[in-house]
């Protein structure tokens, strides 16, 4: 006869997804919701469950900046998509730079270093086509390495000189802005050139030629009778060869707080309270006739201020509120173990959505890969 199974009540399911937030410790770490931990109870993974707890939560979406939530998965799922933000997305950088010309005072290779930081972006349907290889595959036995073509390559140009500007007083004036002309070279100097109509047509004015996203970057700065002429190979590769082809500038998330009040924290004692906590985390109520009859609330007078949670989204998770005696017993702090606030800057190459959106594409091609395989081992 086949054990029966026990049902957890919603309470107790809720409580082991708390993650506790004591003084000096932190409790509850671990995930238990897998088969056998608890007896009688079926903790078998199943697609429909995950469907029906699965939800995303946008609370900001613009094209440089956006933070969502993903609720209802586990933490080795939500760092999946992390690492693939940061090192497994294909973009667009400058790779190889060939300085033909630098009288500069920037040497060749720390102008060489700045310029291959420098974010680009352009036609993003174009970017997306564009071919690349990782950097760390080395041609394998009668593999012919791939050239540079123009699918898998822009050329970049940068060509300034510096000279002095006509009419203008060089006695007085002291500004070289004023003074000269390329006195100081940015981002937006750099010059994308097509070499074919494919290119011409993929990144054309109208659809969005390659450029910097910050065209204000500065590259160097230059005096009369310096000039700097150099040609730049931009490709496509991952974050995992080099910081600079990672799509975000930072790629992180954090567990939803949890603040439960356990007893009533009145008076002044509870605008101390709620300076303890970011603005917005906690507000003050006024005590109701019916509450002064209740537990805690002895002494109280209808109208009197007490704590309650408003958003703990905002909270920080200080821990503020636990150094201070009046409030031992009347709080606890923790971390909700499956609901994940993501934040996600791009650098400007794609949009902070879409970024995402690439990063599921990708964890869904491995685990295909690994199906794959798995499937080829098992025959």
């Not at 770490?29 to 007896?39: E, I, K, L, N, Q």
């Not at 009369?224 to 799509?247: L, N, R, T, W, Y």
């Amino acid at each position: 006869m086949a054990p029966i199974a026990i049902a957890a009540s919603k309470g107790e399911l809720d409580r082991r997804k708390i993650v506790g937030v004591n003084s000096e410790t932190v409790t509850n770490v671990t995930s238990t919701d897998y088969p056998g931990h608890y007896p009688g109870e079926d903790h078998r993974w199943s697609l429909d469950k995950f469907k029906h707890n699965f939800r995303v939560e946008f609370h900001k979406n613009e094209p440089l900046d956006a933070s969502f939530s993903l609720i209802g998965i586990d933490a080795s799922l939500a760092n999946a998509f992390r690492r693939i933000l940061i090192a497994e997305i294909p973009t667009l950088a400058i790779e190889h730079v060939f300085i033909f010309n630098n009288t500069s005072i920037i040497q060749d290779e720390v102008l060489a270093h700045r310029i291959g930081l420098v974010p680009l972006t352009g036609n993003a349907e174009g970017l997306r086509a564009m071919n690349w290889t990782p950097m760390s595959h080395k041609p394998e036995n009668g593999e012919q390495p791939v050239g540079s073509n123009d699918r898998n390559t822009a050329i970049i140009k940068l060509s300034k000189t510096c000279t002095f500007k006509k009419d203008v007083n060089r006695k007085t004036e002291t500004d070289p802005l004023k003074l000269y002309d390329n006195a100081h070279i940015y981002a937006r100097d750099l010059e994308y050139i097509p070499t074919t109509d494919y290119q011409r047509a993929t990144f054309s004015e109208e659809n969005g030629p390659i450029r910097s996203v910050n065209p204000d970057i500065l590259l160097a700065k230059l005096r009369p009778g310096q000039e700097i002429q150099v040609e730049m190979h931009a490709v496509k590769s991952i974050g995992a060869d080099h910081a600079k082809f990672s799509p975000v500038a930072t790629a992180s998330y954090r567990l939803l707080p949890t603040i439960s009040i356990t007893q009533p924290i009145l008076g002044a004692d509870a605008k101390k309270f709620a300076r303890c906590f970011p603005k917005g985390v906690i507000a003050l109520e006024e005590v109701t006739e019916e509450e002064t009859s209740q537990s805690g609330f002895e002494g109280a007078q209808p109208g009197d201020k007490k704590a309650i949670v408003k958003n703990a989204f905002k909270d920080t998770v200080s821990r503020e509120c636990l150094r201070h005696e009046e409030f031992t017993g009347k709080v606890k702090l923790g971390r909700l173990r499956d609901h994940f606030i993501f934040s996600v800057e791009s650098t400007g190459q794609f949009r902070s959505d879409e970024l995402f959106i690439e990063s599921v594409k990708t964890l869904k091609a491995k685990c295909t890969h690994l199906k794959r395989n798995l499937a080829m081992i098992t025959r």
